[in-house]
């Protein structure tokens, strides 16, 4: 195995889902069973990706791989370069995207049957696989860009796949435009990169930082950059402020919102977090841990209330994707990551139950609707339990892992910084993710049959939809990471196959915790440095761990108890409980107004701005060229006039007056000889009268 | 009373003066021309005349002579003329012979 192996497997496992795509939908109306290829290159696709992994993990684990070709070049010095960076992150991450990706194709082939866009559908599939993979390999941020954009028209595709719906045609735009304004900030992030480094590969820009190059040469416009790029990440991972496009984004097929909207392309924005790591400086990932704080705790608080299935998934999925993003602001890299595998997995194993739910109830998606499928649909039940269970963070699962070393991770934080609010906010979420997954759980299979007519005909889904949500329940047992059901900090996810994140940032913009102890001894050694951590922040870490596990457990356990006292046992009436905060019922059910205010600031904002844009263009700059207009015809007029009374008239009153005269003067010419001779005469006479 | 310069001033003036009358009133071109012979004369008596009291010698009479001469050849000149507008416009009119205003 060497690495030109991994390079083409690489090659490989980018391009044949474009092919897929390509032929899929060229042939899609003519040959029906055409959708059997895509669904057959995602399978070799896979098979490659876990080979690559495989050959990446035990042969190159702690290497780097890049290759990179020239594109094209436009001057001497702009050239865009394109290329692959593999590490382990990288490898994992395509593996997670081929997995997830090659089960929603199985699970769609039951799920779509009868679409009359079939093909298309798979086709589209493809295109999002070939873009995800290529933000997963990108060695540079302007082909990360590129793919980010392709992405985000998959996506687009896919949730309006069903445009005749208006409302899937408009949660398309929506997310769309939502996600522009969030790769807006990204692309100029990446232009100041640019015009600072002079390239866009991660490697050279972050040995520049390294070398004490800075954007602006100043600290401020290092973290303005962060943050910028971190914009592109609150667009497509859906964080507070812009998380309003997710929810609607359930308008597309339910399986499109596992692969996409649940594990991975949601999950990129996570990625691309972890990508930039490096040039984070302490205030660019203290706004990270922010805006993740606000994005796990409000949207978990809305979810509390949502009756439908789909939407309550996708409040949950904005949730975690806040954890992850606190996380990567409290420098817990490692578990951000961790917690982006674990959750592709259970989060897609929940879209797929609930698709599968929604498939045997004939599109049935209001829970209120639903109850006892238990006993109806059992493989479907157990494999949501578990992923529930995961979500919720619950020992034996793979999200009890990463969420308590997330919780740890900010316990960490609080103890060495004294910012304890994540902390804070991090068990209130927990709860909170307990609280409504089990209230889902509880109302969807537990009790009695609310609509006895579609529950008779209720039935357990297909092989094809039930062999994926096998493999991604077990895929949220601890065992695949770590031996150690409690602990991973040990396991070889996080000992062996991520690689330790490097720092590239001035020692002076780290926080205190991320300066290396010989750093902080000795203040002679190089200012830069890219060892990370300190011992203290092992310790605190250490110390933090079994806190933070039993105060997590706690929540957690609280907030399953809590559901099941209001849903099974029906200890608490709800409908009393509810009407008693009313307020705060209607706050949540609403979704805390955001789409309400965005639509009254931004929309209307925008249209009033665009009204009067309008107004201005109609008003005032047409004003002003048909002023221009009118003051050039009134001159005009004026020189109009002028040529034809002044000037004309001076040579009209010229010619009048020889004619004036010459009217006088012809009298004399009578043609008379004798007339002549009298004048002659006369006039002598004057003559000689005068002189 | 002696007969001066003076009294054939005053002869050649009237004779001057009744020429003009006669160009500007005759409607006959002849006598047009009657009138041009009446201004020649009164100019040599005038050339005579201050021949005769000024100190000039005979110059005054040569120009006469010169004078009754030209007379001679105009009037067969301006006869000849006439005699052609008579031919051309069957009349002799000046009054009626006005192209040139034309």
């Not at chain 1, 040959?31 to 990706?49: G, Q, R």
């Not at chain 1, 045997?360 to 493989?379: A, F, V, Y």
């Not at chain 1, 990471?481 to 991973?488: C, G, L, M, W």
Request: hydrophobic share 55%.
């Amino acid at each position: 195995m060497t690495e030109s192996v991994l390079i083409n497997l690489s090659t490989a496992i980018l391009f044949l889902p474009l092919l897929g795509f390509i032929v899929t939908l060229l042939l899609g109306k003519k040959v029906k069973s055409v959708f059997l290829f895509e669904v057959f290159i995602l399978t070799v696709v896979l098979i490659a990706s876990v080979v690559l992994a495989f050959g990446k993990l035990s042969y190159f684990a702690d290497d780097k791989i890049t290759a990179e070709f020239e594109w094209f070049r436009l001057t001497d010095t702009f050239a865009i370069k394109l290329g692959f960076l593999i590490d382990n992150i990288t490898v994992l991450m395509l593996f997670v995207v081929a997995l997830i990706s090659g089960l929603v194709h199985y699970f769609s082939i039951a799920y779509m049957k009868g679409d009359e866009r079939y093909n298309r559908y798979f086709a589209y599939l493809g295109l999002f696989t070939f873009s995800m993979n290529g933000i997963v390999l990108t060695h540079s941020i302007i082909m990360m860009y590129m793919f980010w954009e392709l992405v985000g028209l998959s996506s687009y595709l896919l949730i309006g796949f069903w445009f005749e719906k208006k409302s899937a045609a408009d949660a398309g735009k929506k997310a769309f435009l939502v996600n522009r304004i969030g790769d807006t900030g990204m692309l100029i992030g990446i232009l100041i990169l640019y015009i600072t480094y002079h390239t866009f590969s991660f490697d050279q820009i972050f040995s520049s930082i390294s070398a004490g190059v800075l954007p602006f040469n100043s600290d401020f416009w290092l973290s303005v950059t962060g943050i910028l790029l971190f914009m592109g990440a609150i667009g497509k991972s859906a964080q507070f402020p812009l998380h309003v496009w997710l929810p609607d984004a359930m308008e597309g097929p339910t399986p499109v919102s596992a692969l996409i909207h649940a594990a991975t392309m949601v999950a990129a924005g996570v990625y691309l977090t972890i990508r930039i790591f490096g040039l984070l400086t302490a205030d660019a990932m203290m706004f990270i841990a922010i805006i993740g704080m606000l994005s796990a705790f409000i949207p978990a608080t809305i979810a509390l209330t949502q009756n439908d299935i789909k939407k309550v998934l996708a409040y949950s999925t904005v949730s975690q994707l806040g954890y992850m993003v606190m996380a990567l602001g409290v420098g817990a890299y490692k578990f951000a990551f961790f917690h982006l595998v674990t959750h592709a997995f259970f989060k897609a194993c929940l879209f797929l139950g609930s698709g599968s739910v929604i498939h045997s109830m004939h599109h049935e998606q209001d829970i209120r609707n639903m109850g006892g499928l238990r006993k109806k649909m059992p493989l479907t039940y157990i494999t949501f339990l578990i992923s529930s269970l995961a979500v919720s963070g619950i020992p034996l699962t793979s999200g009890f892992l990463s969420k308590d070393g997330i919780l740890a991770g900010t316990f960490a934080f609080g103890s060495l910084t004294g910012y304890w609010i994540f902390a804070v906010a991090g068990l209130l979420v927990a709860l909170l993710t307990a609280f409504y997954m089990f209230r889902l759980v509880v109302i969807t299979f537990h009790g009695e049959p609310r609509d006895h007519h579609k529950f008779e005909h209720a039935k357990e889904s297909p092989f094809v939809m039930a062999m994926p949500l096998a493999v991604l329940a077990v895929l949220s047992i601890f065992i695949f990471y770590t031996p150690n059901p409690v602990s991973a900090e040990q396991g070889w996810f996080l000992t062996k196959w991520i690689n330790s994140p490097e720092l590239h940032t001035p020692n002076s913009t780290r926080f205190d915790f991320m300066q290396s102890a010989e750093m902080i001894a000795q203040t002679n050694v190089s200012e830069h440095s890219t060892v990370l951590y300190s011992e203290q922040y092992s310790e605190a870490m250490h110390s933090a761990h079994y806190p933070a596990m039993f105060l997590s457990l706690f929540a957690a356990a609280l907030g399953i108890f809590l559901a099941f006292a209001f849903y099974q046992w029906k200890k608490v009436n709800v409908d009393k409980l509810v009407s008693n905060v009313k307020p705060l019922y209607n706050f949540s059910f609403n979704k805390w107004f955001f789409d309400e205010f965005y639509q009254k600031t931004f929309v209307t904002g925008l249209f009033g701005f665009s009204r009067f844009m309008s107004w201005f263009d109609a008003k005032i700059v047409d004003g002003i060229v048909n002023g221009s207009a009118t003051v050039t015809h009134a001159f005009s007029t004026f020189m109009g006039g002028f040529d034809k009374y002044v000037v004309d008239g001076l040579v009209n009153f010229m010619a009048y007056l020889s004619g004036f005269f010459g009217l006088i003067f012809r009298r004399v010419q009578t043609g008379k000889v004798q007339t002549y001779i009298v004048l002659v005469v006369f006039s002598i006479i004057i003559f000689f009268f005068f002189f | 009373m002696e007969v001066g310069l003076n009294h054939f001033l005053v002869v050649s003036t009237l004779l001057f003066s009744m020429g003009i009358y006669a160009i500007v009133t005759r409607k006959n071109a002849i006598l047009v021309l009657m009138g041009i012979e009446l201004i020649l004369n009164s100019a040599n008596i005038n050339f005579i005349a201050f021949s005769r009291y000024g100190n000039f010698g005979l110059q005054g009479h040569l120009i006469a002579l010169f004078v009754i001469v030209l007379a001679a050849a105009e009037a067969a000149i301006a006869l000849a003329i006439v005699l052609n507008i008579y031919k051309t416009l069957s009349t002799v009119n000046i009054d009626e012979i006005d192209n040139l205003k034309d």
